[in-house]
């Protein structure tokens, strides 16, 4: 079974695909060795670890690089968070996409944000049509950010993500990524009156796992949450180190080195 068909099948579940985010091929082996049975990249903490603010400035080349390495030490699927494909150009767009699955990948997430619902459907008919042309898979997951960038009137958000969500699905859209949309009743909602397999991001106040399997989600992100509270440590650590010099904050539960090493053998 191909990587893709693998992927496709882990969204056809009862408790969510739990998709703790890697940004980088280290945090991405990590995440592998604890059982993960996919890995997805953070499209911001992917960013920072490249040197770039988050918000579609991140050089194509640079997104290649890094997606070379993550595969290299992978053996579970890998969805990659692309933007907005890095490009207004829908074709573009389809031959970026066809260069991350000439390496391997197995998904990505496409995002609309403040572009028009009708170039993001662009986008993904002309990456369906490409993959079509190369006899390739790949599963599409279409975020919609209605409830994340306030797209729409609160009131109106579930519904304006189910005019989205099927516009998206008849585009060939395999997956519906809804992000900071928390609240059960606007989860039923949409579950209800889409085709698509929902995905949310953890967020305060958002139900556990089980309760969202019972929901109906199939598929829930930590977004950039990990490599946040990654670097959140890292600057506690760094502070302390530049302003005592002190030692022992480091041995405060490091992962040993022999382990990390481990993870690349």
């Known amino acids: 079974m191909s990587n893709v068909n693998t992927f496709r099948q882990l969204h056809d579940n009862s408790v969510p695909l739990r998709l703790p985010n890697a940004w980088d091929a280290g945090s991405a082996r990590l995440i592998e060795s604890l059982g993960a049975p996919a890995i997805a990249t953070t499209s911001a903490g992917f960013a920072w670890a490249l040197g770039y603010p988050d918000g579609r400035v991140l050089p194509f080349d640079e997104v290649v690089g890094s997606v070379r390495r993550i595969v290299r030490v992978l053996n579970v699927p890998l969805s990659v968070d692309i933007e907005n494909g890095y490009s207004d150009n829908p074709k573009t767009v389809a031959d970026h996409v066809m260069q991350l699955v000439d390496l391997g990948i197995a998904g990505i997430n496409i995002e609309d944000g403040s572009d028009p619902a009708s170039l993001l459907a662009l986008k993904i008919e002309a990456i369906k049509h490409a993959l079509v042309k190369s006899g390739s898979d790949l599963f599409v997951n279409a975020r919609s950010d209605v409830f994340l960038a306030g797209l729409a009137e609160k009131s109106k958000q579930p519904q304006e993500?189910?005019?989205?969500?099927?516009?998206?699905?008849?585009?060939?859209?395999?997956?519906?990524?809804?992000?900071?949309l928390a609240q059960?009743?606007?989860?039923?909602?949409?579950?209800?009156?889409t085709r698509l397999p929902l995905n949310v991001m953890a967020v305060p106040g958002l139900a556990d796992a089980a309760t969202l399997g019972k929901l109906g989600v199939r598929r829930l992100s930590a977004g950039s949450g990990i490599s946040q509270v990654v670097l959140?440590?890292?600057?506690?650590?760094?502070?302390?180190?530049l302003k005592d010099g002190r030692s022992e904050a480091l041995d405060n539960d490091p992962l040993p080195y022999s382990e990390i090493q481990n993870l690349f053998v």
């Open 232 to 241: 959140g440590k890292a600057k506690a650590l760094a502070q302390d180190f």
């Open 184 to 193: 059960s009743s606007d989860i039923e909602t949409i579950v209800g009156a």
């Open 161 to 180: 993500s189910i005019a989205r969500g099927n516009l998206y699905a008849s585009a060939g859209a395999d997956g519906l990524f809804l992000p900071a």
